[in-house]
């Protein structure tokens, strides 16, 4: 079975500073994470992904993620928040040893205050 | 280029009736997924199809939900004898291809189907 936390049901940030949105995840396996971005009576927009190799990952709109191991963790970040940012995101896991469908975190509000 | 598309947008209709929501995935991508997203169960994957066929039904929450898609293409989720608990966010989602040589692809969203059981 193949299982994520996002422990924040909600982070406030200023803008301008960073930002933080935790994840952690639990499967047999291999990881594969993913990071997810959802705005207001819109679809999930895909930010970025981590399979093998670099622990850092670079994603879209700045967002970047850092994968570890250790801690089975795979937060979200980004150096200077922008008020544009203020959405849900989702962290999901798929372990690619079995079922194709990704298993998806509850989400977190990230808001940002101008 | 086009996005994932689905229809209808919002579907409202009466408990026991029977509900088809349509998705359209990315033009060339063989892999599609259903999900439904609900305040109280969150995102929960629903079905996988690779091409036509799909090995992993094992989300669907009840013999009233089938799926299927036709000429590696569209997919069709059918709800039989709605239920309000069937009251959700349906969404589809593509990926180039389900399990590649360098893994798991991304996935691609639609906008969803928002269905309404009264």
């Known amino acids: 079975a193949q299982s994520v936390a996002q422990p924040e049901d909600q982070v406030n940030v200023a803008e301008g500073n960073p930002l933080t949105v935790k994840c952690t995840y639990s499967v047999s396996g291999n990881p594969y994470l993913f990071w997810y971005v959802q705005y207001p009576n819109r679809g999930l927009q895909f930010l970025l992904k981590?399979?093998?190799?670099?622990?850092l990952v670079k994603g879209s709109y700045g967002f970047e993620a850092e994968f570890n191991k250790s801690q089975t963790s795979f937060h979200l970040k980004k150096p200077s928040a922008l008020v544009s940012d203020s959405a849900l995101y989702f962290c999901a896991v798929n372990s690619g040893g079995g079922a194709d469908g990704l298993t998806f975190g509850k989400g977190t509000h990230l808001i940002i205050q101008p | 280029g086009a996005g994932v598309s689905q229809s209808p947008s919002n579907k409202v209709t009466e408990k026991g009736k029977d509900v088809e929501l349509r998705c359209d995935p990315i033009?060339?991508?063989?892999?599609l997924y259903w999900y439904r997203q609900s305040l109280g169960q969150g995102l929960e994957f629903l079905i996988y199809f690779q091409g036509n066929s799909a090995p992993d039904k094992s989300g669907l929450p009840s013999d009233r939900f089938s799926a299927e898609r036709t000429g590696g293409s569209v997919s069709t989720l059918t709800i039989q004898r709605t239920q309000q608990e069937d009251s959700a966010v349906y969404l589809c989602?593509?990926?180039?291809?389900?399990?590649?040589?360098?893994?798991?692809?991304?996935?691609?969203f639609g906008p969803g189907t928002r269905l309404t059981v009264t």
């Open positions: 033009s060339g991508h063989t892999a």
């Open positions: 989602a593509s990926s180039l291809e389900g399990r590649g040589a360098r893994g798991i692809h991304e996935q691609y």
């Open positions: 981590y399979i093998t190799g670099d622990n």
